[in-house]
């Protein structure tokens, strides 16, 4: 088998993560395997798209309105509409239902060339795995893959609260997630969310099951020997979402604000501009030591990481996702100043394992955690990244591309 069909969510010039993770395997199935991979992807305008410079890679892309993919109405008559919608469920707007639409025939005329040995679908969003039953019903002679980089159902899910519509929308849930394993051959879960498909409804898909990691552990060679806090204040640098306070970066701020008044810094967010406001205020407290920017092109941030001291990882709150970003920041080999809000924060066994990280907890005071930060800034570290790959090999794009060589019958290249 030479070629496979990677379906994602969208793959702009300002990539989600899952669509970086698509370019990284994608690159190592062609190099370890052979194996050409297509990525299809219906979400982002043609303005806001961009080619892969990948080798053995090519993008296509569902002809689709990005305005189309939104969530119309607003308040009751939103709530009203998804009611209404039920059989579309999760997709509860007619927007999203006529991209739905339009990408599940895209996949269908892709299909009609007979070239595919294999299709990936990769969760998150939800139209991709979705399209699962009609790949098995379409196309049997080719592998239907399921590589889950989110989970598909979580803890925080099944603690939403009572009432009437949050337990429907949990058993709906359910039902889709198990439409979803039992018609995919394989599927590709992330070693963090191990203990959760470890429950006993997930027991009838325990021989189809395979666990990799977030595949985004790669020496970026653009940092790799730069120096780390040789010379001026110790830079900082933050780029990624918030989501809307899912990650939140408040008490980071008032700890910079004390850091602040015993030495210099530079502390550079490229942000969604959720926490403007906040940025904002930190950056008066702190004399302009704390600024905000707009997001930027991955590889525009992979250059501003080379000149940074401190890389920050923001982790999830109340979750049981770790951000892929992590594995990204210790790919630099730099210092990591991670902050949770949880004690259980899904991303600190990772980072028990990292020799210079940081963690910041919500639930220290400021002055003292100011304190402990001044000293990790001073404190002397190198990070031996041929290790690393070694520690953490399930997150290297290798790993998880022989993973699904494996389930396509393939080995690695001689």
């Not at 030479?2 to 702009?12: F, N, P, T, V």
């Not at 530079?266 to 904002?280: N, P, Q, R, V």
């Amino acid at each position: 088998m030479e070629r496979i069909l990677i379906l994602l969510g969208s793959y702009g010039v300002i990539p989600d993560a899952i669509a970086v993770c698509a370019d990284r395997v994608a690159a190592a199935l062609f190099e370890e395997a052979g194996i050409s991979s297509d990525l299809l992807y219906f979400r982002g305008g043609a303005v806001l798209s961009r080619e892969s410079a990948c080798p053995g890679v090519r993008v296509m892309r569902t002809v689709v309105n990005a305005q189309e993919r939104g969530q119309s109405g607003a308040g009751f008559l939103k709530k009203l509409a998804g009611l209404f919608l039920l059989p579309w469920f999760p997709l509860r707007s007619p927007d999203r239902i006529r991209a739905y639409r339009h990408f599940r025939s895209a996949v269908k005329r892709a299909l009609s060339a007979k070239r595919y040995g294999a299709v990936v679908c990769a969760f998150h969003p939800y139209e991709t795995a979705m399209l699962l039953p009609m790949l098995r019903r379409r196309a049997p002679g080719v592998r239907r893959i399921l590589w889950c980089l989110d989970p598909t159902s979580y803890e925080g899910m099944e603690q939403r609260g009572p009432g009437f519509m949050h337990g429907l929308y949990r058993r709906l849930y359910l039902r889709r997630e198990k439409q979803y394993f039992a018609a995919a051959d394989d599927v590709l879960l992330m070693e963090c969310s191990r203990s959760h498909y470890a429950r006993p409804r997930y027991d009838r898909f325990r021989s189809r099951m395979r666990f990799s990691d977030l595949p985004l552990l790669t020496p970026c060679a653009e940092t790799e020997g730069a120096e780390t806090g040789a010379r001026g204040p110790v830079r900082l640098l933050y780029a990624g979402r918030f989501y809307g306070g899912n990650r939140n970066p408040r008490h980071l701020c008032r700890t910079l604000a004390c850091l602040a008044k015993a030495r210099p810094f530079a502390a550079d967010f490229y942000t969604d501009g959720s926490e403007d406001a906040g940025l904002a205020a930190c950056a008066a407290e702190t004399g302009g030591m704390v600024r905000a920017h707009g997001l930027r092109p991955h590889a525009q941030i992979v250059r501003r990481m080379a000149a940074a001291d401190v890389l920050v990882n923001f982790g999830n709150r109340g979750q049981e996702i770790v951000p892929s970003k992590l594995f990204e920041l210790m790919g630099a080999g730099k210092k990591i100043l991670h902050c949770c809000a949880e004690e259980n924060d899904a991303c600190l066994p990772y980072l028990a394992r990292y020799p210079a990280a940081f963690v910041l907890l919500e639930s220290e005071a400021p002055e003292t955690a100011a304190e402990r930060l001044s000293a990790f800034f001073d404190a002397p570290v190198k990070v031996d990244l041929q290790g690393l790959l070694q520690e953490f090999e399930k997150n290297t794009p290798e790993y998880t591309a022989g993973l699904i060589a494996s389930c396509c019958g393939a080995g690695r290249r001689a």
